[in-house]
């Protein structure tokens, strides 16, 4: 295979289809009797392959596949990719959660006179959506901490989230004092000024982005992942 048919696939068929969705790519690069494996569908065809990046699509509408190397051995392409997405509907018998995951897997792609005959993908899809549904599912406070602890420089205490979520839902000074069990004023001030330096930043703006980035608005929203006990969420 020469490389001018490596660069027609990787330009013409894997940038269209998982930068831009042009599906249509697919039947135009496919055999018809294409093997197709993927984790989520397998079979013969291009219609086979459709269907499971049509299911990534709607599960993941802001999914976009970055390929991160590309290796050709003779007629064969192997592609290593990332991909960052929010889960927003149900795949795999899962329901949506609105977090933010993290994938990665590989793409093998056999050629034959211009054309793929065989198809095979393997992911961390289903281990990274199993894992964060159990833990959202299970116990959101501990997802949310855990969250949490990835964007602070140091841990924010279980007050200090306490007072983050309501900070996050709009609420005054004075609403927060009352909601977190009458408080003062400048406790609660307090509070916001320290969320801010472990954050490092300097409004609040910056932290509702990272926070909405992120993808864990969702679980601040639930007032049951919120607790009162002022100890670090994790040493």
Not at 23 to 30: C, D, G, N, P, S
Not at 185 to 193: L, M, N, P
Request: net charge positive.
């Amino acid at each position: 295979m020469s490389v001018s048919h490596k660069e027609l696939i990787t330009n013409y068929f894997f940038i269209p289809l998982w930068k831009e969705r042009s599906l249509e790519v697919i039947e135009t690069f496919f055999l018809p009797n294409a093997n197709i494996q993927t984790t989520f569908s397998s079979g013969e065809g291009p219609e086979v392959l459709r269907k499971s990046v049509l299911d990534i699509f709607r599960a993941f509408p802001s999914f976009q596949l970055t390929i991160k190397e590309i290796c050709q051995i003779d007629n064969e392409l192997f592609y290593k990719w990332e991909a960052k997405a929010s889960h927003e509907g149900s795949i795999m018998g899962i329901p949506k959660t609105c977090l933010i995951m993290n994938f990665k897997g590989i793409i093998t792609a056999k050629i034959h006179n211009g054309f793929i005959s065989q198809y095979h993908e393997f992911s961390n899809i289903p281990q990274v959506l199993r894992n964060t549904y159990e833990t959202f599912r299970l116990d959101p406070k501990t997802h949310l901490y855990m969250e949490l602890r990835k964007l602070t420089d140091y841990p924010l205490t279980r007050r200090e989230v306490e007072c983050l979520g309501c900070w996050l839902q709009g609420c005054s000074i004075k609403e927060t004092a009352k909601e977190m069990g009458g408080l003062s004023a400048r406790t609660v001030q307090t509070y916001r000024e320290n969320i801010k330096k472990k954050f490092n930043v300097y409004s609040f703006q910056k932290i509702f982005s990272t926070i909405q980035e992120q993808g864990i608005m969702p679980l601040f929203l639930e007032k049951h992942t919120l607790t009162s006990a002022n100890e670090p969420i994790f040493n």
